[in-house]
């Protein structure tokens, strides 16, 4: 807890400003625990998704240069996109894991089992991913 | 737009009654974060890592393929959809995560967040939509 501030009278400085909030979280409390460290990456995990996007986007800007013009990302994309797809399964797997807990199918009486919900969402990211996968292939083929 | 956050710290007053403005951004973050948790692994994975590397052809290392797909309106409106909700999960995120480093100017954080993502939509489309 904290102890409280006082305000001597007619003394200028720090010690006399009133505190607005009675606590604030230091910057670096996620970094007090594994849990928390992990639950920072996941909400960070959308910017490297972001920035993976923009450079697709950097891309298409570049089919403006015509057929001879255009010249795809190279060397230093891998590199990018490889963090970049860490970042993308971590979300993948921690908001996947989730849809457990915030999904409710009712069946019958109750509620088909989390885990079953849970597993259906991973078997749908599998063929989603082999599909996607396979039109790009194909298309570039 | 919805005035039950913008009156600030020191005056707020939550209004009875469901927020619909926060239920429609999580409901949209929800959504936006299930569709890029289901397809974007496999565009970075091809993309962005097995066909620079030449493990694997890919429709964007070509010219001529690259254009062909994107001459199809579906694969535009799919790319769209796609980077649209890629930016949002970004700025909905970004948002609470600079709120949860201390960061208390939640509307204005929001904003400038949201405003992040719908212009990178907007560029998006501008690119997709007015190619050659």
Known sequence: MNAAVTHPDGAPGPAARPRTHPYRQPFTWWLRRRGYVLYMIRELSALPIAVWWVLFLVEVARLRSGPSGYQPLEGWFVAVSVVCLAAALWHTYTFLSLAGLIMRIPLGEGNVPAKTIVRAAFGGFVVLTAVIAGLMIWGGA | ?132
């Open chain 2, 1 to 132: 737009m919805s005035t039950k956050e913008t009156t600030g710290e020191a005056g707020y007053a939550p209004r009875p009654g469901p927020n619909r403005l926060q239920g429609l951004l999580w409901a949209g973050f929800a959504n936006a974060a299930v569709l890029i948790a289901l397809v974007a692994p496999a565009h970075i994975l091809i993309q962005g890592v097995l066909a620079p590397l030449g493990l694997a052809p890919s429709f964007d290392r070509k010219y001529s393929t690259f254009a062909s797909a994107l001459s199809d309106p579906l694969v535009k409106i799919y790319l769209l959809v796609v980077i649209a909700a890629s930016f949002y999960l970004f700025g909905h995120r970004t948002r609470y995560v600079i709120h949860e480093l201390g960061v208390h100017g939640k509307l204005a954080v929001g904003l400038a967040m949201y405003g992040v993502a719908a212009a990178g939509t907007a560029v998006a489309a501008y690119l997709l939509f007015t190619l050659p």
